[in-house]
């Protein structure tokens, strides 16, 4: 696909993604679309530590309902505005994705999987037990939304609508695609897979593999944080569930789904998995059966991924051509 092709595809994606308010006026539909835009936000920024540095991150959930917690207690608690929670209750999240990198980045495969796993389940008790904090089983309800944006001639721009929290969603994801696409083609995401393809050689030469996995922690944390201040100020209640490890194994089968180590990979299989079920209105004890039978049929038959089969399809394309030139 060359440059020209693919900037009108994504252009007509993006049109296409302004004008679905204006087209989907059902709320059923528009609350699935909302929702999918906030996991795709928290899939890509799992995708960050696992598709570029090689990293399983079993806490993503964890990192994600501490975004979610910390906005949702800065709101209610504190009665601070929403703009200057958002940037904070994100940074809280990497600033704990930054204190639990530093011991558990020092491990690798199954046990950095696991200790992560490890941290979540604590979380989750946390959340749980601390009532006092964060009311327990109870949960945290009255959460309020964004606040209103005053405009410079007048009139300000309110969120009160599921269009308007459908468009803030689509302004956040489209800023976490820009800012992970640049950081993945700078030369920092160069040391990032460098890490993941041979820690020991690019340690050779001259990358600090430590340093290196904590960047790309933290930052996957933060993203995670915002993912979770938009959920929680969209549904407006938050309970202890939200911190759970299935949140993280939901995240891991988007990325793996649409294509590890992809931007557009955690995007479909998002998309794919979130809509699918809602769609086709499959009960909710249904669901895991089904999430467990497509993973089974993506690792025998497209380990790559969505993303990933798609490009092996056009790499055996190009390599026909060029067979057949040369014959």
Not at 56 to 83: D, P, R
Not at 231 to 242: R, V
Request: charged residues 10%; glycine residues 10%.
């Amino acid at each position: 696909m060359n440059r020209m092709v693919r900037k009108w595809l994504i252009l007509t994606i993006l049109v296409i993604a302004v004008i679905i308010p204006l087209v989907v006026t059902n709320k059923y539909y528009m609350n699935i679309l909302i929702m999918s835009g906030i996991w795709s936000i928290v899939a890509l920024s799992l995708n960050l530590i696992l598709g570029y540095t090689g990293q399983v991150n079993l806490a993503h959930g964890a990192f994600f309902g501490i975004g979610a917690y910390a906005s949702a207690l800065m709101m209610l608690k504190l009665n601070m505005n929403f703009w200057l929670v958002l940037p904070l209750a994100a940074a809280i999240a990497g600033f704990f994705g930054f204190l639990i990198g530093l011991p558990a980045l020092r491990t690798r495969g199954s046990y950095f999987a696991i200790g992560t796993l490890c941290f979540n389940i604590i979380v989750t008790l946390i959340v749980d037990r601390w009532e006092g904090l964060t009311e327990g089983a109870r949960g945290l309800m009255g959460i309020p939304g964004p606040s209103p944006i005053p405009l410079p001639w007048g009139g300000e721009i309110t969120f009160k609508t599921m269009a308007a929290q459908y468009y803030l969603v689509l302004c956040f994801l489209l800023l976490t695609i820009f800012v992970l696409r640049r950081i993945i083609q700078s030369l920092v995401g160069r040391t990032f897979r460098a890490i993941r393809g041979n820690e020991e050689l690019a340690e050779a030469v001259g990358i600090q593999p430590m340093r290196t996995k904590i960047l790309s922690f933290t930052v996957s944390c933060f993203f995670a944080g915002i993912g979770g201040v938009l959920y929680a100020s969209y549904i407006g209640f938050l309970s202890p569930e939200i911190t759970d490890y299935h949140v993280s194994f939901d995240s891991l089968i988007y990325v793996m789904i649409g294509g590890v180590g992809t931007i557009v990979g955690p995007i479909i299989g998002t998309l794919l998995i979130v809509t699918l079920p809602e769609t086709l209105h499959i009960a909710a004890e249904f669901r895991l059966l089904l999430y467990g039978l497509i993973l089974i049929v993506m690792i025998i038959y497209l380990p790559r991924g969505i993303v990933g089969w798609l490009k092996s399809l056009k790499e055996r394309k190009r390599k026909q051509e060029v067979s057949w030139e040369q014959s």
